[in-house]
């Protein structure tokens, strides 16, 4: 197991074995002292084809994700919302499959979003922070600003995701 660095500071790739034969497989997901990050709230979410949830991100109580893909394949888009980032504003988009080697650390302070790109997907995401209701913020996952290819072409949308702020109006509210 080890962390493979992204051009975005301290959102990384945590890669690892995946043992195959002919049961299926198996891959350690995460060590803690590989990672060095308390993961406190654990979450799982199942989504239909076609379903974008986020860009979502806590301004008070901010959470990093450890994200694991058990069934399907998203594209996973992180956004830094850092205030005095060098990459402010700026997205990572990865594909994740269910047997993809690898699971992605998403640092405190980014939006984070996913498409369900497969007939079904769910996610199991570790947290760093506990959810705050109060707290929660959608960034507009199409914000024209961001450029984000999310890979469908008619998303799925909750009414809190259709009415996320743009990147703009956030930099005066974070």
Known sequence: MHIE???????IILRSEIHKDNRGFFKEINKKKILKKDLIFDCLSRSKKNTIRGLHFQK???????????EGEILDVAVDLRKNSKTFGKHFCIKIKQ?????????ENFAHGFACLSNTCTLYYRCT????????????WDDP????????KKPIL?????????????????
């Open 5 to 11: 660095k992204t051009k975005i500071k301290d959102l």
């Open 60 to 70: 008070k109580n901010p959470q990093g994700k450890f994200i694991t893909v058990v």
């Open 99 to 107: 047997d993809s080697n690898f699971s992605l650390y998403i640092p």
């Open 129 to 140: 922070n506990y959810r705050d209701k109060n707290s929660e913020t959608t960034l507009k």
């Open 145 to 152: 600003a961001l450029k984000i290819n999310w890979k469908v």
């Open 158 to 174: 909750s009414l809190k995701d259709k009415n996320g702020l743009l990147l703009n109006e956030l930099k005066y509210k974070i």
